[in-house]
């Protein structure tokens, strides 16, 4: 009965996913037809949009834990994706220009796509079918419940530490995602999600 649900989630998410895209020849190829995981997650990389940018993660969260392991690449360039979608060279430097304080840091991180990904993957009311990320990919090396995980040196921190950003905006980076994971009421609405 699990995986049926998690199979009708998929279903909403591809109707939801084609509805977003644009009218073109190659919606109209698919749009009539059952599109596996992975072509999901594709689109949603493909499109370069904030919206399906968190949808992929979605997909991932209603498949397999074997489906997660097998497509572990893709996964990570999933958080790739999403954390080109904000400019964060640039809220790096308002930061540091108009002195942010912790709270005004805090507001601004929640907004980020980053920190949606992250509370949508790790945080506590995070939900998949079976596993769940941290099995796959741990947000922060050194917390990795996994010791096979901790050897290969993979974790949503290292996918961090690879973009161009990093040497200035690298500590906000890693504040949005754990941010994420302990995310407390704060009146900020989170980003739109199909499945609600």
Known sequence: MKRIDADL???KLQEEILNFLPDD???RSIENRL???????????????????????????WTSSSFLKCNRS??????RNVTNQDDWGKIYETSIAEGWSDEETIQ????????QAS??????EAETFEGGFEEVLPLRQESSEFPTLKDTGLSVEA???QHKDFPDAGKLMLTAIMLGTAQVDSGIEEGPSPME
């Open 9 to 11: 989630k998929i279903l």
């Open 25 to 27: 020849k190659e919606k």
């Open 35 to 61: 599109l596996p995981p992975i072509n999901l997650i594709e689109l949603c990389l493909k499109s370069q949009s904030r919206e399906l940018s968190l949808w992929a993660f979605d997909v991932f969260a």
């Open 74 to 79: 893709l996964l990570e360039e999933c958080w």
């Open 108 to 115: 601004v991180l929640r907004e980020t796509m980053l920190f």
């Open 119 to 124: 509370n949508r993957c790790y945080g506590p």
């Open 159 to 161: 996918i961090l530490m």
